[in-house]
């Protein structure tokens, strides 16, 4: 083979390879896009493969053909999408103290979008390093999404701001995790804090902003979670509250259509952040869970299990990925995209295991499940005697 025809099968390889990944990153979506891509890159797999194939015979021509693939690929497949300028456009970003709201609030107030940055605690250490960095395009606000008159002084603040032009982005991304516990042991005040901050709180904010949101003909920008599409033992309450999330995501998405306001939904995979809280934290909930829990299931699970399962957050945190660009790229798309996606599964299996859970037999799922998210080695008492009690 000539040394050229070499050099364009190398390219060939390369790009294929390098549109494969990128496939892979956009996850398995029906949408526009992903259907474009899948075609291009199929298309482009079988015509360069016999090309590759052909090349001894006649090294000139199919050469030229997998040059032409590979050029075909690299620009045919680039994304056809906008961003939109981001002056002049205001976004409210929702649980700010860490995690992503705070790496999006500040890469969004880079970019140069006024970013009004909602913390739990406007004294706390992550509000004053949010503060520090953030130049004066972000503006911190005391804002617990659960406190009626703190979201009514958010509003008029803003509202002052932004005047006539109304607010661009709402992005409902506070919220809570909590325990990682058997959903027969989930204090019942912990699950109502879950689905007050992860759930009605979204419902409430949408409704407080929307008026300035149409005015903007806006985005909302849900942030639900995989747990609230694929049942994960453990966080029973934490998905059910994504989950109503998500479904409240998709009637707003279609309700507000004609207004011209965009909604999107983010749903990551596992990514460490302080959603996984600290040994303090864990401590204080098994506290709760330990005071609330009732004398037979106490003895069924028994105190070993019990107190297990505050491993279960450090195990999940050291699962999961550092980097939290993925998330904050995806949220910027949602905002800035002319062409933003319904769903972002950004993170590691964050398309797989939800495509798994819809597509595979419901026994083959839970075999997969249960191999997956086994957080512990310890088992209940009552499930470790040969005859549990009946
Ligand atoms: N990290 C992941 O693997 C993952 C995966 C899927 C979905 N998510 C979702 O992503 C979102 C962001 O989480 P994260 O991972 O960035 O965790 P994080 O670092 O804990 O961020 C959540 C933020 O929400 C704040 N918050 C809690 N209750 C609030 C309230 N009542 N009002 C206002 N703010 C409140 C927290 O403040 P404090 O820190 O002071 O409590 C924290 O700053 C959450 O909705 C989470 O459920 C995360």
Redesign the pocket.
Known sequence: MEVWAAAVVALYIFTVAWKLREVWHMGVRCDGANAFAVTALALALVLGGGASLQLTVCPDFYGGALLGCSLALMFGMERREKLLLPSGRAVLV??????????LAVALSQRGLTVFA????EN?T?ARQLTERGGDKLKVLQ?????SSQIEAAHRHIHTWVGDAGLWGLV??????QFPADSELQPLAASRRSM???FL?AVHLCQVFLPMLRKARGRIVN??????EVPMPGLGV?GAS?AALGLFSGVLRLELAAWGVKVAL????????????SSESAARLRDELVATVTPEAREDYGEAYISSLPGRLAR?SQQ??ED?SP?VDDFCHALLSTRPRPLYTP?QMGWLLPFLHRCCPTAAFDAIAGRLFKHTDCRPAGLQSPQPRT
Request: glycine share 20%; net charge negative.
């Open positions: 929702t649980g700010c103290d860490s995690g992503f709201g705070r790496a909602g913390v739990l605690d706390g992550g804002l617990d999404v659960t406190n409902n991304n506070a919220g809570v995790l007050d901050v992860n709180a942030v639900s979670s995989m747990a609230g934490y994504k983010i749903q990551p995979a596992g990514f460490r952040t302080n959603i996984f809280g999940m999961s990925a939290l998330v993170g």
